[in-house]
């Protein structure tokens, strides 16, 4: 079964600056991988997908990576701002049952 | 292009009663997962349907079930609510393309506590 971990659990930085967020997998048999964010109490707001074949993907100040033979993914953000505030989420796409599997999140708070 | 829209919102149940929540993906987007979100165990799969039918399955009990209707919209039910289905309920819709090039969107949830 597939287990995503991602590290750390929380971080706190301060405004301006950049940040890795950290996502593992287990199993590299995967279609995609997709990073997320959400707020207190919503639901999840897709920032960037991955596709197996792809190695990165950018959107803004946002830049996610993926290394399926070693089952990693980063999200880098640049110029952290307080509204970057949120708990980010990666999920891997299973291959099989099509199924997405979620990490427990990294809780992160941008300090003004 | 509207989101996906989740009915109720807000639900409050007692042990014992049951609840339905539904589910209407973005048009277009013949994929409906289902997921359950706790401080605990974080978010946990519950079902996918594409057209109609049930394509996978997490490991939750036959409490919790779901279909899906002829315009894609979904609805979930889970019987004899206990304390522990107190949870975030969140949907997610996909296009479901071939090659599993697939994002999925999610909408805002359903909030459902059970006392």
């Known amino acids: 079964k597939q287990e995503v971990t991602q590290i750390p659990a929380a971080l706190s930085v301060p405004e301006g600056e950049n940040l890795v967020l950290n996502c593992s997998f287990t199993d590299s048999a995967i279609y995609n991988l997709q990073w997320f964010r959400q707020d207190p109490g919503k639901g999840l707001t897709s920032l960037l997908l991955?596709?197996?074949?792809?190695r990165e993907q950018t959107s803004g100040r946002l830049n996610a990576s993926l290394d399926k033979s070693s089952g990693r993914s980063t999200l880098y953000i640049a110029a952290s701002q307080p509204g970057d505030s949120a708990t980010y989420l990666c999920a891997a796409h299973g291959l099989t049952g099509n199924q997405f599997y979620f990490g427990t999140g990294t809780s992160l708070t941008v300090i003004p | 292009k509207a989101g996906v829209t989740q009915t109720p919102r807000y639900l409050i149940k007692t042990r014992g009663q049951q609840v339905t929540l539904s589910c209407s993906p973005i048009?277009?987007?013949?994929?409906v997962s289902w997921y359950q979100q706790t401080p605990g165990q974080g978010l946990q799969f519950l079902f996918e349907y594409f057209s109609e039918t049930q394509r996978n399955k997490g490991n939750f009990p036959g409490r919790f079930s779901g279909r899906q209707f002829s315009n894609s919209r979904s609805e979930m039910n889970v019987s004899t609510l206990e304390l522990g289905d107190s949870a975030l309920y969140l949907c997610a819709s996909s296009l479901a393309l071939r090659g599993g090039i697939d994002e999925q969107f999610f909408g805002p949830g359903t909030r459902l506590t059970v006392l």
């Open positions: 048009s277009g987007h013949r994929s």
């Open positions: 991955i596709q197996s074949s792809q």
